[in-house]
Each structure stands twice: as C-alpha cells, then as structure tokens.
C-alpha cells in the first residue's frame, strides 16, 4: 500500500478515499491527518477496538461538519445523514486538541451508540490538511441507494440515490477538474 500511495502523491495529483480498513491503512501510513507517510509513533492518531470491546454492525446517523475536503464540497453543512457501520477497531484515538486535525465529518451524538466506537471528538472522518485524503470509518459505499437506509426519510421516497451518492460526484469532479 505505501508503495501505491506514494506514486500517487509524487507521481500524480489525486485523491485517496479510505474507508473502514482503508481508513486504518491511511491513519498508520499517517497519510491521514498528515499528508505524507509517515513512520509510526506514540504521538500519532490511531484506530484501536471499540469502547464496548466488541463489533458494531449498525446504521449511525452523522454530520458534514466541514466542506475542506472535495469529497463534502456540495453536501450541506450539519445536515445529519444516516450511513452504514461495521468495524470492532473503529475507535479513533487523538492524541491532541480537536482543532490540531481537520474533521470534515462527526457522529451527530457524543455517547453510545450514537458515537457506536468512543473515538475522540465524534470522529467518523478525518483529512489531510488539503482535503485531498478523506480516511472515515462508516460505510459510504453502504449507503447511497434509499434501500440501504431502514428508515429513509419519507418524503425523499422517491430519490434514486442518496445524498450520500454526492461525495463520489464531487470527487469525480475534482479529479477532472485538476486532471
């Protein structure tokens, strides 16, 4: 994996999406918060087991707390969305003050089972300080058709997609765009 980061940070200008163990890949490459690999230390973030110590597989309700990321850069801001999760090490650890890291996207609640992992400020996702690399722990993939959702709301009934399905149209924008 750090190989296939690193060409594509030195030799082309991307995106990076880690989603679940894609996010642990990008937090201990420190790729996510940092924008560049790093070597592992006691000072950096990292995933560790759930506060409950077991599996969560569940549907959590979350909010885009910032448009830094090309990803969330059309999806409204604190606008709650529910999403898929399903991870035992999904606990995001920071080691320093929330404002140190960019956090585009929170858990709406900050106790269980709203936060369904314990991690540090709500954090269901973190990027790089460009926004570039998006690392989060819920399923977005999981969740961009209104039948992955078990009470969607009623009167978007009649949506093909979620609003979910915006954070792959930004990114593919972004890519053409700076292609």
Request: proline share 7%; glycine share 8%.
């Amino acid at each position: 994996i750090k190989e296939a980061v690193t060409d594509l940070l030195e030799n082309r200008d991307g995106l990076v999406g880690g989603i679940c163990n894609g996010f642990q890949a990008l937090v201990k490459l420190g790729l996510v918060p940092y924008g560049e690999i790093l070597e592992m230390n006691s000072e950096m973030p990292t995933l560790t087991y759930n506060d409950i110590a077991r599996h969560q597989s569940k549907l959590v309700t979350t909010k885009v707390v910032s448009k830094l990321s090309p990803w969330f850069s059309k999806i409204e801001l604190g606008e709650e969305f529910v999403i898929p999760i399903s991870h035992g090490e999904g606990k995001f650890d920071l080691p320093y003050e929330e404002n140190h890291y960019h956090i585009p996207m929170k858990y709406s609640y900050s106790s269980y089972p709203a936060n369904p992992n314990g991690s540090d400020y709500n954090v269901a996702g973190i990027c790089s300080a460009d926004g570039r690399h998006l690392a989060m722990m819920p399923h977005l993939e999981r969740a961009i058709f209104p039948w992955q959702w078990g009470f969607y709301p009623q009167d978007r009934r009649n949506d093909e997609t979620t609003p979910w399905i915006d954070a792959f149209i930004n990114a593919r924008r972004w890519i053409e765009k700076n292609k």
